[in-house]
């Protein structure tokens, strides 16, 4: 890695400006939608949305240690955050509960809970990101087709008024609009051409990347077809709606702040704690994905991320912004399109907070066909199929969790699928650790004629290594010998050690002699 990679001071981050800023466009098209899109499932303001953004790219990215992590509004804490607003009864006494939310964040990274993350196998950390290009695939198909009634950024199977993840696409192949899957069409031309042919001519064409020239060319036919061009007009769901401020007196009357007074209410405190859970627990899984997919394996100090994430919550909740966490969509749309220090994550959020002020009634002819096939291409560049056949060459250990956790994620949502996951990540850990706590060999007999086995204990020897060393001993025959070896082993848990005491006492009727090496119980079982 290069020197000018690991420093983190002002003139590294300009030393890749030439890859970052494309990149920072690529993003704040990304983020845009996503935003606003969250915080209309969110039951909240839309600029609601933006203000996160603004935040989580510029305060944000500035204060964390992650390179190529991008943060802002999450779609996980739509529904707790549309809960929240509706239980606690206005949405200022909410933004007390984000601004306190922030400050039990930041306290998780002074306390170092930051190494949670690294409890996450490598497994399901890969069937997340596969998981979510899959979801970003499936979720967009829709927007393509020109059919919009799911909101931009839902990562949850189940939809509002029955429908799912898939009957949505049955839903949109019906409601086909010609304008949107001409512009999608043309999207992926774009697209596809840039990337396989253009890019590798030239550098002009590494700097202006090919989405930035999706969104003009999205922006043109888009403006076409409001002429009745083809009569292929867009509805007013079908492209970006970003609130227009006619001066800066009303755009400031965007923000909202927080009604300090309910702050010690319990229930503003026990949503305060909620959010910072399940906002930490993202971001850290988001911090172990994105560091995977750095091309330079740079590693995110994930308690300085904790406490940044908090800064970032309290300041948004000040202003009355949504929760914010680390996010993987615009993180890896970040990776995809080339960024390489955080630069690119806090000049997106200066184009959020420039575009808002001064275009965006531009940024309002937007299609949401356009960034679709954006997405998709992100989707597939985190779901190719060539990693299927890496995992499965890996054995059924990585294979199945990493399956699992694609599956569930698809089928439910992004926590609930990555929990799904662990458990079955954890299920191959204990028998992995039942298999591999001991071996046993034999000898054909001693000098008093006596076969003689010999167990061999490891050198860590847990709880869930109790069934496997019972199911060994009991299969001893009688009149044998049996030499329990405990020379490897720095730690007998507990439960093992007083079954030996009781299986030197059980051999006995079976006429088994046991002998033991290095077996140290503590002293207060030695009467056992």
Same mark, same amino acid.
């Given at each position: 890695?290069?020197?000018?990679?690991?420093?983190?001071?002002?003139?590294?981050?300009?030393?890749?400006?030439?890859?970052?800023?494309?990149?920072?466009?690529?993003?704040?098209?990304?983020?845009? /939608?996503?935003?606003?899109?969250?915080?209309?499932?969110?039951?909240?303001?839309?600029?609601?949305?933006?203000?996160?953004?603004?935040?989580?790219?510029?305060?944000?990215?500035?204060?964390?240690?992650?390179?190529?992590?991008?943060?802002? /509004?999450?779609?996980?804490?739509?529904?707790?955050?549309?809960?929240?607003?509706?239980?606690?009864?206005?949405?200022?006494?909410?933004?007390?509960?984000?601004?306190?939310?922030?400050?039990?964040?930041?306290? =998780?990274?002074?306390?170092?809970?930051?190494?949670?993350?690294?409890?996450?196998?490598?497994?399901?950390?890969?069937?997340?990101?596969?998981?979510?290009?899959?979801?970003?695939?499936?979720?967009?198909?829709?927007?393509?087709?020109?059919?919009?009634?799911?909101?931009?950024?839902? $990562?949850?199977?189940?939809?509002?008024?029955?429908?799912?993840?898939?009957?949505?696409?049955?839903?949109?192949?019906?409601?086909?609009?010609?304008?949107?899957?001409?512009?999608?069409?043309?999207?992926?031309?774009?697209?596809?051409?840039?990337?396989?042919? =253009?890019?590798?001519?030239?550098?002009?064409?590494?700097?202006?990347?090919? /989405?930035?020239?999706?969104?003009?060319?999205?922006?043109?036919?888009?403006?076409?077809?409001?002429?009745?061009?083809?009569?292929?007009?867009?509805?007013?769901?079908?492209?970006?709606?970003?609130?227009?401020?006619?001066?800066?007196?009303?755009?400031?009357?965007?923000?909202?702040? /927080?009604?300090?007074?309910?702050?010690?209410?319990?229930?503003?405190? @026990?949503?305060?704690?909620?959010?910072?859970?399940?906002?930490?627990?993202?971001?850290?899984?988001?911090?172990?994905?994105?560091?995977?997919?750095?091309?330079?394996?740079?590693?995110?100090?994930?308690?300085?991320?904790? @406490?940044?994430?908090?800064?970032?919550?309290?300041?948004?909740?000040?202003?009355?912004?949504?929760?914010?966490?680390?996010?993987?969509?615009?993180?890896?749309?970040?990776?995809?399109?080339?960024?390489?220090?955080?630069?690119?994550?806090?000049?997106?959020?200066?184009?959020?907070?420039?575009?808002?002020?001064?275009?965006?009634?531009?940024?309002?002819?937007?299609?949401?066909?356009?960034?679709?096939?954006?997405?998709?291409?992100?989707?597939?560049? =985190?779901?190719?199929?060539?990693?299927?056949?890496?995992?499965?060459?890996?054995?059924? $250990?990585?294979?199945?969790?990493?399956?699992?956790?694609?599956?569930?994620?698809?089928?439910?949502?992004?926590?609930?699928?990555?929990?799904?996951?662990?458990?079955?990540?954890?299920?191959?850990?204990?028998?992995?650790?039942?298999?591999?706590?001991?071996?046993?060999?034999?000898?054909?007999?001693?000098? $008093?004629?006596?076969?003689?086995?010999?167990?061999?204990?490891?050198?860590?020897?847990?709880?869930?290594?109790?069934?496997?060393?019972?199911?060994?001993?009991?299969?001893?025959?009688?009149?044998? @010998?049996?030499?329990?070896?405990?020379?490897?082993? @720095?730690?007998?848990?507990?439960?093992?050690?007083?079954?030996?005491?009781?299986?030197?006492?059980?051999?006995?009727?079976?006429?088994?002699?046991?002998?033991?090496?290095?077996?140290?119980?503590?002293?207060?079982?030695?009467?056992?």
């Amino acid at each position: 890695m290069s020197t000018d990679t690991q420093r983190s001071g002002p003139l590294s981050l300009l030393a890749h400006l030439n890859r970052d800023l494309p990149a920072s466009i690529v993003v704040f098209f990304v983020a845009l /939608p996503l935003c606003l899109g969250i915080a209309l499932a969110s039951g909240a303001p839309l600029f609601s949305g933006v203000i996160a953004g603004i935040i989580g790219g510029i305060v944000v990215g500035l204060a964390s240690g992650s390179q190529l992590g991008v943060s802002g /509004p999450a779609a996980g804490l739509a529904v707790i955050v549309l809960a929240a607003i509706s239980n606690l009864g206005s949405y200022e006494a909410f933004l007390a509960a984000v601004v306190l939310a922030g400050v039990f964040q930041f306290l =998780l990274g002074q306390f170092k809970a930051g190494f949670i993350a690294y409890f996450v196998p490598s497994s399901v950390i890969k069937g997340m990101l596969t998981g979510i290009g899959l979801l970003i695939i499936l979720k967009q198909i829709p927007h393509a087709f020109g059919y919009d009634a799911d909101f931009e950024g839902d $990562e949850a199977f189940e939809e509002a008024g029955g429908h799912n993840t898939f009957s949505d696409i049955l839903q949109a192949w019906d409601l086909l609009t010609p304008g949107a899957i001409l512009i999608a069409a043309v999207s992926f031309a774009i697209l596809i051409f840039w990337d396989v042919y =253009l890019s590798k001519k030239h550098r002009v064409f590494q700097v202006l990347q090919g /989405p930035i020239v999706v969104v003009l060319t999205g922006i043109a036919l888009n403006w076409a077809f409001m002429h009745e061009w083809l009569d292929f007009k867009l509805a007013a769901d079908q492209i970006v709606s970003l609130p227009v401020a006619s001066s800066l007196g009303d755009f400031a009357s965007f923000f909202t702040h /927080p009604d300090f007074s309910q702050m010690a209410q319990p229930l503003v405190i @026990k949503t305060a704690l909620v959010m910072a859970i399940v906002a930490s627990l993202e971001t850290l899984l988001c911090v172990e994905a994105t560091d995977k997919l750095d091309p330079h394996k740079r590693v995110t100090p994930t308690n300085r991320e904790l @406490k940044a994430q908090g800064l970032g919550n309290v300041l948004s909740g000040l202003i009355g912004g949504l929760p914010i966490t680390q996010v993987i969509v615009r993180s890896s749309a970040n990776i995809t399109f080339g960024a390489h220090t955080k630069m690119s994550a806090i000049l997106h959020g200066f184009w959020l907070l420039l575009s808002a002020i001064t275009i965006a009634s531009l940024l309002n002819m937007i299609p949401l066909a356009s960034l679709a096939t954006i997405l998709i291409m992100v989707g597939y560049k =985190l779901a190719k199929p060539s990693l299927f056949k890496q995992m499965y060459a890996l054995g059924w $250990e990585q294979f199945v969790p990493f399956v699992v956790t694609i599956a569930a994620i698809v089928l439910t949502d992004l926590l609930t699928g990555i929990g799904l996951g662990l458990v079955v990540a954890i299920f191959f850990t204990l028998h992995h650790s039942y298999r591999n706590s001991h071996y046993i060999k034999q000898t054909r007999s001693n000098e $008093e004629g006596r076969e003689v086995y010999h167990l061999v204990l490891a050198e860590e020897v847990s709880f869930f290594n109790k069934a496997s060393i019972l199911e060994v001993l009991a299969s001893i025959p009688r009149n044998s @010998k049996v030499v329990i070896d405990c020379t490897n082993s @720095k730690s007998i848990a507990y439960d093992v050690v007083e079954f030996i005491q009781d299986y030197q006492q059980q051999a006995k009727l079976k006429n088994i002699e046991v002998e033991t090496i290095q077996f140290n119980p503590p002293k207060f079982m030695l009467g056992h």
